[in-house]
């Protein structure tokens, strides 16, 4: 596996990065306009995604860079709840719901995947 100089290059960053612009334009739609308290915690999940990798990378140890990848992997699960709430709602529509959820899980699945190799790499 290649060296990253900067976490802008991951591409678990660069997935949960479009994510979050995903949960912020689905945000935007006027049924959300009237539950602040959904709209406002769905947001806060899809940031904590990439701002945890991008933190943990930032960090010079490998154990803390560990940790922030479980911080983001634990908002990922919170983000599909969030969003099956939304669906549940009909604030999304079950396309979009499928979709997103899809993308939470491949992030989620990748950043496992990245623990683990960082847990094993000397």
């Known amino acids: 596996m290649a060296t990253f100089d ?15 612009i995903n949960i912020y ?4 739609a006027d049924v959300f306009s009237k539950d602040y308290a959904l709209k406002d915690q769905i947001r806060k999940s899809a ?35 969030q969003l099956k709430i939304a ?6 529509s079950e396309t979009n719901f499928i ?9 989620s699945k990748q950043l496992s995947g990245f623990i683990n190799y960082l847990k094993n790499k000397n």
Do not use: H
């Open 6 to 20: 900067r976490f802008e290059e991951l591409e678990v960053w660069k997935l949960s990065m479009e994510l979050c």
């Open 25 to 28: 334009e689905l945000t935007n």
């Open 47 to 81: 940031i904590s995604v990439p701002s945890n990798i991008s933190e943990g990378f930032e960090r010079d140890a490998k154990k803390q860079f560990i940790y922030f990848l479980v911080i983001s992997k634990g908002s990922c699960g919170e983000l599909r709840t």
């Open 87 to 92: 669906e549940k709602l009909k604030y999304v």
């Open 99 to 107: 979709a997103l959820n899809e993308k939470c899980i491949s992030v």
